[in-house]
């Protein structure tokens, strides 16, 4: 399995005993793996950011897919911290998708909105890459009641 790709020790082991491995053994053999600098958790995390983060997804879905992957909240932090610019990332995800020029009405706004929300990137995330180009309307204006 390492041959492939890097691997969180805590994924690498649920893999190993989902196919039917003993757990303690496995544990073992992932300790020797770790001694041997063939695993290394601070390495996959940065591989993973670095990786997802070329095909545009967000500090918010990597944090979640490395968290499913066993890695420790610091870490995940940490690695996401070292990453990317995310605003800019942001901007250049939408721009790739949906081009040069900023959404002209709502409707197209909350599309290009979701679009970036589902790649994981955070409110401010997509404001910022969003531009302000769309007035916003006045909502303490109650007077149209």
Same mark, same amino acid.
């Given at each position: 399995?390492?041959? @492939?790709?890097?691997? =969180?020790? !805590?994924?690498?082991?649920?893999? $190993?005993?989902?196919?039917?491995?003993? %757990?303690?053994?496995?544990?073992?053999?992932?300790?020797?793996?770790?001694?041997?600098?063939?695993?290394?958790?601070?390495?996959?995390?940065?591989?993973?950011? @670095?990786?997802?983060? =070329?095909? !545009?997804?967000?500090?918010?879905? $990597?944090?979640?897919?490395?968290?499913? %992957?066993?890695?420790?909240?610091?870490?995940?932090?940490?690695?996401l911290a070292e990453?990317?610019?995310?605003?800019?990332?942001?901007?250049?995800?939408?721009? @790739?998708?949906?081009?040069?020029?900023?959404?002209?009405?709502?409707?197209?706004r909350s599309r290009?909105?979701?679009?970036?929300?589902?790649?994981?990137?955070?409110?401010?995330?997509?404001?910022?890459?969003?531009?302000?180009?769309?007035?916003?309307?006045?909502?303490?204006?109650?007077t149209d009641l």
């Amino acid at each position: 399995m390492l041959a @492939r790709r890097e691997h =969180a020790s !805590g994924d690498l082991l649920a893999k $190993l005993t989902e196919r039917g491995y003993d %757990a303690v053994v496995c544990q073992g053999v992932i300790d020797e793996l770790i001694d041997e600098r063939f695993l290394d958790d601070v390495r996959f995390a940065s591989v993973y950011v @670095r990786s997802h983060a =070329a095909r !545009g997804h967000g500090p918010r879905r $990597l944090k979640q897919d490395m968290s499913a %992957a066993g890695l420790p909240a610091d870490l995940i932090e940490t690695a996401l911290a070292e990453g990317p610019d995310w605003h800019q990332l942001a901007q250049h995800t939408r721009q @790739r998708k949906f081009g040069e020029e900023p959404p002209a009405d709502w409707a197209e706004r909350s599309r290009q909105s979701r679009f970036l929300q589902y790649r994981g990137f955070s409110n401010d995330h997509i404001r910022s890459a969003m531009g302000s180009s769309v007035v916003q309307p006045d909502m303490d204006d109650e007077t149209d009641l």
